[in-house]
C-alpha cells in the first residue's frame, strides 16, 4: 500500500495541525505503509506525486475551502489514486459550491462536521485525532517532586495546566478567576513563535499566572507536575475538534475538566475523572472537587482505545476498502 500524506509538515510541533500530520504519518509508516510526506504549501514538489504513483492521497487539513480545492487539483497528479481528507478542523464558506472538489472520503471529528460534508455529497466516516500512549503516561510521585523542584513550582500548590494559543477566542480569561483561589497556581504553556497574545499574556501573569512561551521537548513531564487539566474553549474555531492536549492529560491520567468541545462528548462518557463543564464556575466547582474530595481517576482507561497505532490501523483498513 502507497500513500501519499498531505499537510503541514514542519520542526515547528507546537500547533494541532502540524502534530496530527506528524503523529499520523509515524503511526502508518510503523503499520507498514510505504509513505511519502508532502508539505501542501511545497508546491514545487508537487509533481513527485506522478513518480511515487500512490495507491491513497490523504490531506491532513483544516480545510478550509481554498484547501479542498488545492486538494483536488494536487490530487488531479495521479486521478488513479483514492483521495481522502482529515478534516482537523475544518471552515468551509460556500460549501455546495465545493460539490466538483470533493474526495472520495472526508474523515470527520464531529456530528456537525459530519452534517457539513454530507450536504455536499461526501462520503464521511468518523475518525478522531489520537495519543502516544508510550510518550504520555503517569509518573512516579518521586519523578513529580523531582520536576517540581525543577521548575520551582511547590509540592502544595494545586497545579491547573493548560496548553493554549494566546488568543481570546480560547477563553483563557477563566484562569484568571481560577488563580484567585486560595492554594491554586495555573500553569498556561504557549505557543514558542505565535505572533500576538502579548496582552492576553500579561493579564494571566498579572492574575498570577505562570504563563510558559515555550516548546517543550518533553511536554510530557509539564503535564506530570498539574494536579487537574482544564480545557475551557468553547468557541469552535479556536481548535482543532479533537484537541490534542486533551487526550494527552487523559493519557496521564490526570483529572480532566473541559467543554464540551467538537469531538469530546462523542468520544467520552463523563466520570473517572473527566468532568464537562461549560461556565467558569461550573469549572471551579470541578476543580474544587478534584482538590478537595479526591475522586476516583482513570482517564487513561478512556483514552486508550485512540492509540495512535490502533488508529493508523484502522486507517490502513479504510484504505483497503476504497481501494476496493
Same mark, same amino acid.
Given at each position: 500500500?502507497?500513500?501519499?500524506?498531505? +499537510?503541514?509538515?514542519?520542526?515547528?510541533?507546537?500547533?494541532?495541525?502540524?502534530?496530527?500530520?506528524?503523529?499520523?504519518?509515524?503511526?502508518?509508516?510503523?503499520?507498514?505503509?510505504?509513505?511519502?510526506?508532502?508539505?501542501?504549501?511545497?508546491?514545487?514538489?508537487?509533481?513527485?506525486?506522478?513518480?511515487?504513483?500512490?495507491?491513497?492521497?490523504?490531506?491532513?487539513?483544516?480545510? #478550509?475551502?481554498?484547501?479542498?480545492?488545492?486538494?483536488?487539483?494536487?490530487?488531479?497528479?495521479?486521478?488513479?489514486?483514492?483521495?481522502?481528507?482529515?478534516?482537523?478542523?475544518?471552515?468551509?464558506?460556500? $460549501?455546495?459550491?465545493? /460539490?466538483? @472538489?470533493?474526495?472520495?472520503?472526508?474523515?470527520? %471529528?464531529?456530528?456537525?462536521?459530519?452534517?457539513?460534508?454530507?450536504?455536499?455529497?461526501?462520503? #464521511?466516516? @468518523?475518525?478522531?485525532?489520537?495519543?502516544?500512549?508510550?510518550?504520555?503516561?503517569?509518573?512516579?510521585?518521586?519523578?513529580?517532586?523531582?520536576?517540581?523542584?525543577?521548575?520551582?513550582?511547590?509540592?502544595?500548590?494545586?497545579?491547573?495546566?493548560?496548553?493554549?494559543?494566546?488568543?481570546?477566542?480560547?477563553?483563557?480569561? $477563566?484562569?484568571?478567576?481560577?488563580?484567585? /483561589?486560595?492554594?491554586?497556581?495555573?500553569?498556561?504553556?504557549?505557543?514558542?513563535?505565535?505572533?500576538? +497574545?502579548? /496582552?492576553? !499574556?500579561?493579564?494571566?501573569?498579572?492574575?498570577?499566572?505562570?504563563?510558559?512561551?515555550?516548546?517543550?521537548?518533553?511536554?510530557?513531564?509539564?503535564?506530570?507536575?498539574?494536579?487537574?487539566?482544564? @480545557?475551557?474553549?468553547?468557541?469552535?474555531?479556536?481548535?482543532?475538534?479533537?484537541?490534542?492536549?486533551?487526550?494527552?492529560?487523559?493519557?496521564?491520567?490526570?483529572?480532566?475538566?473541559?467543554?464540551?468541545?467538537?469531538?469530546?462528548?462523542?468520544?467520552?462518557?463523563?466520570?473517572? +475523572?473527566?468532568?464537562?463543564?461549560?461556565?467558569?464556575? %461550573?469549572?471551579?466547582?470541578?476543580?474544587?472537587?478534584?482538590?478537595?474530595?479526591?475522586?476516583?481517576?482513570? !482517564?487513561?482507561?478512556?483514552?486508550?482505545?485512540?492509540?495512535?497505532?490502533?488508529?493508523?490501523?484502522?486507517?490502513?483498513?479504510?484504505?483497503?476498502?476504497?481501494?476496493?
Amino acid at each position: 500500500m502507497k500513500v501519499c500524506l498531505v +499537510g503541514h509538515f514542519s520542526d515547528a510541533l507546537d500547533e494541532g495541525l502540524r502534530n496530527v500530520a506528524k503523529y499520523l504519518g509515524n503511526a502508518l509508516e510503523e503499520n507498514g505503509i510505504e509513505l511519502k510526506k508532502l508539505s501542501i504549501s511545497s508546491f514545487r514538489k508537487w509533481n513527485s506525486v506522478q513518480t511515487f504513483r500512490p495507491d491513497i492521497m490523504h490531506f491532513v487539513l483544516t480545510p #478550509t475551502t481554498r484547501g479542498v480545492i488545492t486538494a483536488k487539483l494536487i490530487s488531479k497528479l495521479h486521478p488513479e489514486a483514492k483521495t481522502v481528507i482529515s478534516a482537523v478542523h475544518p471552515s468551509l464558506v460556500g $460549501a455546495r459550491l465545493l /460539490q466538483p @472538489f470533493k474526495p472520495d472520503l472526508v474523515l470527520v %471529528q464531529s456530528k456537525k462536521s459530519d452534517r457539513l460534508f454530507k450536504s455536499i455529497g461526501c462520503d #464521511t466516516r @468518523f475518525f478522531p485525532n489520537g495519543v502516544d500512549l508510550e510518550k504520555f503516561k503517569p509518573k512516579s510521585q518521586e519523578d513529580i517532586r523531582r520536576l517540581r523542584d525543577e521548575f520551582g513550582v511547590p509540592m502544595q500548590s494545586f497545579v491547573v495546566l493548560h496548553l493554549a494559543s494566546m488568543r481570546k477566542q480560547r477563553n483563557l480569561d $477563566a484562569f484568571k478567576t481560577i488563580q484567585r /483561589q486560595e492554594g491554586y497556581q495555573v500553569i498556561v504553556v504557549a505557543r514558542e513563535n505565535e505572533a500576538g +497574545g502579548k /496582552q492576553l !499574556t500579561r493579564e494571566l501573569k498579572e492574575a498570577g499566572c505562570l504563563v510558559w512561551r515555550k516548546h517543550f521537548p518533553n511536554i510530557e513531564d509539564i503535564y506530570s507536575m498539574a494536579n487537574c487539566y482544564v @480545557f475551557p474553549t468553547i468557541e469552535p474555531k479556536a481548535c482543532i475538534e479533537t484537541p490534542l492536549s486533551v487526550l494527552e492529560a487523559m493519557a496521564c491520567n490526570l483529572p480532566v475538566v473541559t467543554s464540551r468541545f467538537g469531538a469530546l462528548p462523542g468520544l467520552f462518557p463523563e466520570g473517572s +475523572g473527566l468532568f464537562f463543564a461549560e461556565q467558569v464556575e %461550573q469549572i471551579l466547582g470541578f476543580t474544587h472537587v478534584i482538590k478537595n474530595e479526591k475522586p476516583r481517576v482513570d !482517564t487513561r482507561q478512556l483514552v486508550s482505545p485512540y492509540s495512535w497505532a490502533g488508529l493508523a490501523a484502522d486507517l490502513t483498513e479504510i484504505y483497503e476498502e476504497l481501494k476496493r
